[in-house]
Nanobody
Framework: VQLQASGGGSVQSGGSLRLSCAASGRISSINDMGWYRQAPGDQRELVATITNGGNTNYADSVKGRFTISRDNVKNTVYLQMNSLKPEDTGVYYC????????????????????WGQGTQVTVSS
């Protein structure tokens, strides 16, 4: 299962960006989808996650500013980022886990956990 992220860019402090991440491949079902970020010299950290039922979880640092959503028909997760701050700068990675259909079968499945390629977000003061 492949994830393709898009929507990063450079904005000034207080600006907005919307990230998208589409999952493709032999997908049987997707459970959780989420966004993580990594600033230079730092470890990758959770930004937000969303279950297939729509339950969300956010890092304290983004609560009230970021909104995660998903389209289960398009297998796509979004991250609307408002009131951006310089400390939001980093590479944003999407993640998804679920079940994939095995090649050579129409019904046999196995777990997957996939990461997107990362998209750069730069916020200047």
């Amino acid at each position: 299962v492949q994830l393709q992220a898009s929507g990063g860019g450079s904005v000034q402090s207080g600006g907005s960006l919307r990230l998208s991440c589409a999952a493709s491949g032999r997908i049987s079902s997707i459970n959780d989808m989420g966004w993580y970020r990594q600033a230079p010299g730092d470890q990758r950290e959770l930004v937000a996650t969303i279950t297939n039922g729509g339950n969300t979880n956010y890092a304290d640092s983004v609560k009230g500013r970021f909104t995660i959503s998903r389209d289960n028909v398009k297998n796509t997760v979004y991250l609307q980022m408002n009131s951006l701050k310089p400390e939001d700068t980093g590479v944003y990675y999407c993640n998804a886990d679920g079940r994939r259909i095995l090649y050579g079968s129409s019904w046999r499945t196995s777990n997957f956990n996939s990461w997107g390629q990362g998209t750069q977000v730069t916020v200047s003061s």
